[in-house]
T-cell receptor
């Protein structure tokens, strides 16, 4: 019940295309859903986050879509660029529990 | 702020030796976390502290692992004796208490441990 399931494991997208990464959770107590971006040799860094009282949050080319009834959320990267090539982790957290990370998606943007 | 500082960046040691990883969290952050990252298991939470007190160490794989936080600006993760299966990247992260949900976790750059 504490798991966050992330897919796909890896993703290749052409430059300028849309990258989509999906996550699903079980625990309805989760009330904060961040995405982290990790470049090789670096630690994960907070990219964007959403709370379940909204269905979408957009920051530049990055958008989180949230479906509370389905207990799913996704990250969309519009106009994907080679600099977006990284590993992306979704996560879920509540005030009563520590953060739970998904298994990660390795994204490669082809020039 | 210099962020979360970890040392060393790389550590190569022989099986059976003691290894100590170090972390300096961001000043003012009340939570400190130790994670291990491998290809097979992803990001695993090992232990976390709140105001220097260990809160949950259920992720510590076995008694060979221990962690301390003697003060608000320093923490160590020790492995004794080390084994090849401990080879991984170990991350330290910190987070503020006041608004933990909004600010998220700040990770250090990690320590890549290789046990031969």
């Amino acid at each position: 019940q504490q798991q966050v399931k992330q897919s796909p494991q890896s993703l290749i997208v052409q430059k300028g295309g849309i990258s989509i990464i999906n996550c699903a959770y079980e625990n309805t107590a989760f009330d904060y859903f961040p995405w982290y971006q990790q470049f090789p040799g670096k630690g994960p860094a907070l990219l964007i986050a959403i709370r379940p009282d909204v269905s979408e949050k957009k920051e530049g080319r990055f958008t989180i879509s949230f479906n509370k009834s389905a207990k799913q959320f996704s990250l969309h990267i519009m106009d994907s660029q080679p600099g977006d090539s990284a590993t992306y982790f979704c996560a879920a957290e509540s005030s009563a529990s520590k953060i739970i990370f998904g298994s990660g998606t390795r994204l490669s943007i082809r020039p | 702020d210099a962020g979360v500082i970890q040392s060393p960046r790389h550590e190569v040691t022989e099986m059976g030796q003691e290894v100590t990883l170090r972390c300096k969290p961001i000043s003012g952050h009340d939570y400190l976390f130790w994670y291990r990252q491998t290809m097979m298991r992803g990001l695993e939470l090992l232990i976390y502290f709140n105001n220097n007190v260990p809160i949950d160490d259920s992720g510590m794989p076995e008694d060979r692992f221990s962690a301390k936080m003697p003060n608000a600006s320093f923490s160590t993760l020790k492995i004794q004796p080390s084994e090849p299966r401990d080879s991984a990247v170990y991350f330290c992260a910190s987070s503020p208490l006041s608004d933990r949900g909004t600010y998220g976790y700040t990770f250090g750059s990690g320590t890549r441990l290789t046990v031969v």
